[in-house]
């Protein structure tokens, strides 16, 4: 077999090879505060673009008294950078989990792996958009690339789009760094633009323009895909149920996985916490079917705006046991129990409590 594209590690799940999209696996992810670059899940609509970081311009227009067009030297030179530790998650992070209970065409069967957390260096979106100067009718702010994706319709280059209250708020950047180094092209390299505790659909790579607008943005990934859609709905029915925006509270276990066999007796349960920007208040581990819950040790936080990673001491008998896990937030949201109900026809947005089920010898 020939080893995953774009520089992935062996194992990395490649869902699709053009356009590629692939996810670690859980033990890729277990017990880093900061993923890997050759981990980093990825989540592409279309062609990974080739561009000269020389030549590559940003534009920043629509409603501004002052238009700009800068290059990554302005960009660097203009502005104070800024670095900002965030978990970008995708929207179909966990799908596999809705797709077991009813199919969902045309949607690859993510696991748990549509999430990863980075160290990104870049300037803040909200300084970019002082220099422009929005006029008093900007309510929002767009975002393109230039990869045109084939699903979209009509085709159109990848965007999407956030209120401008957000746009102007401290954690969100304009990022050439990740974890140290330029920002690899497979993750929007030479510059995207980072959403923390938004879905990752909003973090548009390879931006090329910014546009401050009256109303969201018409592209096809704000104003079609990327809803959350009732159960009813039709798959293909457009603009019904409201754009997804920020992530609920989740948490899933990496280690053990399915599958696994463990010893007996006192067994480590490690996993990750994530609730978008508020902060994770507790995680319970259960092994009796959530009867009872023990407190699992939650590690510090790398600001706010990264997931947590915790782990707790179960003790196991012999036979098979199913292990399940549930973050609370500080504003006191709870990961629902079950994922029926959550069911929706793109599949997003699974946070039901994980379950993962062992043979314990
Ligand atoms: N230009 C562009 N930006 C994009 C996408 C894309 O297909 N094209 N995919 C989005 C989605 S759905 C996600 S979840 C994140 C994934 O970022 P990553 O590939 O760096 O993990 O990028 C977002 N930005
Ligand atoms: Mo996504």
């Not at 990104?120 to 900007?138: F, H, I, K, Q, T």
């Not at 754009?243 to 007996?264: K, N």
């Not at 973050?327 to 947005?349: F, H, I, R, T």
Request: aromatic residues 8%; proline residues 11%; hydrophobic residues 40%.
């Amino acid at each position: 077999m020939s080893p995953p594209p774009w520089g992935k590690r062996d194992g990395f799940v490649v869902h699709e090879a053009e356009p590629f999209n692939g996810e670690p696996r859980p033990a890729d992810l277990a017990g880093r505060a900061l993923t890997p670059d050759d981990a980093f899940y990825a989540r592409n609509h279309g062609p990974v673009p080739d561009g000269d970081p020389e030549t590559w311009r940003l534009e920043v227009a629509g409603l501004a008294e002052r238009p700009l067009a800068l290059s990554l030297a302005d960009l660097r030179s203009g502005f104070p950078p800024h670095q900002v530790v965030a978990t970008l998650q995708c929207a179909g992070n966990r799908r596999a989990g809705l797709i077991a209970l009813r199919p969902i065409p045309d949607q690859a069967p993510w696991g748990s792996g549509a999430i990863s957390t980075a160290s990104w260096d870049g300037v803040r979106l909200a300084d970019v958009l002082a220099a422009a100067a929005p006029l008093p009718g900007a309510r929002h702010v767009g975002f393109e690339g230039p990869d045109v994706a084939p699903e979209a319709v009509p085709p159109q280059p990848y965007g999407a789009s956030i209120g401008l209250a957000k746009a102007r708020a401290p954690e969100v950047l304009l990022a050439w760094g990740m974890n140290g180094r330029p920002l690899p092209r497979a993750h929007g390299g030479p510059l995207r633009v980072v959403v923390p505790g938004y879905v990752g659909a909003r973090s548009v790579k390879w931006l090329r323009r910014v546009t401050l607008l009256p109303e969201p943005s018409d592209n096809y990934f704000q104003a079609v895909a990327y809803r959350l859609r009732p159960a009813t709905a039709d798959h293909e029915a457009a603009n019904d149920g409201p754009p997804l925006e920020r992530v609920g509270v989740t948490s899933d276990i990496l280690s053990p996985a399915t599958g696994d066999t463990v010893a007996a007796g006192r067994v480590e349960v490690s996993g990750y916490a994530f609730a978008g920007g508020r902060d994770v208040a507790a995680v319970g581990v259960s092994v009796d079917d959530g009867v009872t819950w023990r407190h699992a040790d939650i590690a510090e936080a790398d600001g706010p705006w990264a997931w947590r990673l915790w782990t707790a001491t179960v003790d196991l008998v012999p036979g098979r046991a199913t292990i399940i896990a549930r973050a609370v937030d500080a504003q006191g949201q709870v990961q629902p129990a079950e994922a029926g109900p959550l069911w929706n026809p793109k599949g997003y947005a699974n946070t039901c409590w994980p379950r993962v089920s062992v043979t314990v010898t």
